[in-house]
């Protein structure tokens, strides 16, 4: 269990650090991918 979420964590920030700036969208994008699984 803690690896799928470290995993998906973990994805999903590599997906964010790319950005050069986060908005109110990307971190609403973000939180739903953490909580759905799909990063």
């Known amino acids: 269990m803690f ?16 950005r050069g700036r986060l908005t109110e969208e990307n971190i609403k994008e973000t939180l739903r991918e953490v909580r759905i699984g799909t990063a």
């Open 3 to 18: 690896d799928n979420l470290t995993d998906r964590l973990s994805q999903t920030l590599r997906n964010i650090s790319g």
